[in-house]
């Protein structure tokens, strides 16, 4: 039925590219299935304080755990669940911090069956009126570039972490043709749609989706971490967003943790909660290596590991654990390490 459905889009959007782009919206904003809470992650939700909003009549569901000023949100990627960042929500009560989630709509506990760029945009809007604020922003996948439009609008945050993050519209869109099996000239009359329906009078609407524009308008500090195993969002996505934002955003790549397993690994965890309770990018205090016992300083003052014997000073090549790994200076020629789990890790 794909393939059908595909190939006859394929042929009738040289004929009739209106319907055609309708048709291809449609299944554009339409989430993949809507996958449950997991029995791990099910505590966790049992201790939510639940909402309600209705944004374009479909009602959204809401999550909230404590009740401090300027909490952390926590936007989901496409086809997930809030449920999905229980172990983050955990670590940040932990430390004390206040948490703000939801479920678009078309995931998780919300109505309806598809979701935009827009809806996201309100919910968050809506969600940073009733609390006053955020401090900081937790995003993976789609989430990430959600993200970034919505504080575009004038909502301020201290700090960003993306995860697996995807960057523009131009890679959702051509990730949407390959997956649906349809040729270029499907994208281009879904893209016509989006303009006449939803952006009639701005030309250039496209670039407002990327991450990357005018990075002076999100003034945040910013920790990016992307698996270089991303068989979703590539790695590059991540790593032009560092780029753009230059000295307040870092990039953490790992391995062997692909797009989803990435958002249960501790030292994920770790290093994002660390990030999210003040540390900034030009001064974290410490950011976790995945697999790693030592703290890694982004300004690379030293590396300090409990088992060590001696603290890297920068103008050190390499330091060598006496386990065997060794962590090389980034000024020197390799400035990825392998760690004992082989996982390798780079921060930029």
């Known amino acids: 039925m794909a393939s059908l459905l595909s190939t006859t889009l394929d042929i009738t959007a040289r004929v009739a590219p209106g319907p055609v782009g309708r048709v291809a919206f449609a299944l554009f904003v339409r989430?993949?299935?809507?996958?449950?809470?997991?029995?791990?992650?099910?505590?966790?939700?049992?201790?939510?304080?639940?909402?309600?909003?209705?944004?374009?009549?479909i009602p959204v569901t809401t999550y909230r755990w404590g009740d401090g000023g300027r909490?952390?949100?926590?936007v989901h990627g496409w086809t997930s669940r809030a449920s999905r960042f229980a172990g983050f929500v955990e670590a940040l009560r932990?430390?004390?911090?206040?948490?703000?989630?939801?479920?678009?709509?078309?995931?998780?506990?919300?109505?309806?069956?598809?979701?935009?760029?827009?809806?996201?945009?309100?919910?968050?809007?809506?969600l940073h009126g009733e609390y006053g604020g955020f401090s900081a922003v937790l995003a993976h996948s789609f989430g990430v570039v959600a993200?970034?439009?919505?504080?575009?609008?004038?909502?301020?945050?201290?700090?960003?972490?993306?995860?697996?993050?995807?960057?523009?519209?131009?890679?959702?869109?051509?990730?949407?043709?390959?997956?649906?099996?349809?040729?270029?000239?499907?994208?281009?009359?879904?893209?016509?749609?989006?303009?006449r329906r939803l952006f009639p009078s701005e030309p250039d609407v496209w670039q407002r989706f990327d991450a990357c524009r005018h990075p002076e308008e999100i003034p945040s500090d910013i920790l990016l971490i992307h698996d270089a195993d991303d068989d979703t969002a590539a790695p590059a996505q991540s790593r032009a967003i560092a780029e753009a934002y230059g000295e307040?955003?870092?990039?953490?790549?790992?391995?062997?943790?692909?797009?989803?397993?990435?958002?249960?690994?501790?030292?994920i965890i770790a290093a994002?909660?660390?990030?999210?309770?003040?540390?900034?990018?030009?001064?974290?205090?410490?950011?976790?290596?995945?697999?790693?016992?030592?703290?890694?300083?982004?300004?690379?003052?030293?590396?300090?590991?409990?088992?060590w014997t001696e603290v890297r000073d920068?103008?050190?090549?390499?330091?060598?654990?006496?386990?065997?790994?060794?962590?090389?200076?980034?000024?020197?020629?390799?400035?990825p390490a392998e760690t004992p789990a082989g996982i390798s890790a780079a921060v930029r």
Request: aromatic residues 6%; proline residues 7%; hydrophobic residues 40%.
């Open 272 to 307: 994002a909660t660390e990030f999210l309770a003040g540390a900034g990018a030009h001064a974290w205090t410490e950011a976790r290596d995945p697999a790693w016992t030592e703290v890694r300083d982004p300004a690379w003052t030293e590396v300090r590991d409990p088992a």
């Open 94 to 126: 932990a430390r004390g911090l206040t948490v703000v989630s939801f479920d678009a709509p078309g995931h998780g506990e919300s109505g309806g069956r598809a979701t935009t760029i827009l809806r996201q945009r309100e919910i968050i809007r809506r």
């Open 31 to 57: 989430p993949l299935g809507r996958p449950k809470v997991r029995p791990g992650e099910a505590e966790v939700m049992a201790r939510a304080v639940t909402g309600r909003l209705v944004v374009d009549g």
């Open 147 to 195: 993200t970034f439009f919505a504080l575009r609008d004038g909502i301020r945050v201290d700090r960003i972490v993306g995860i697996g993050a995807i960057a523009d519209f131009d890679f959702l869109a051509e990730r949407f043709r390959a997956n649906a099996g349809v040729n270029q000239a499907v994208e281009d009359a879904m893209r016509r749609h989006v303009q």
């Open 248 to 267: 307040r955003a870092r990039l953490i790549e790992t391995g062997g943790l692909g797009h989803r397993r990435i958002l249960g690994a501790p030292e």
């Open 314 to 335: 920068p103008a050190w090549t390499e330091v060598r654990d006496p386990a065997g790994p060794e962590v090389r200076d980034p000024a020197g020629p390799e400035a």
């Open 71 to 74: 909490p952390v949100l926590v």
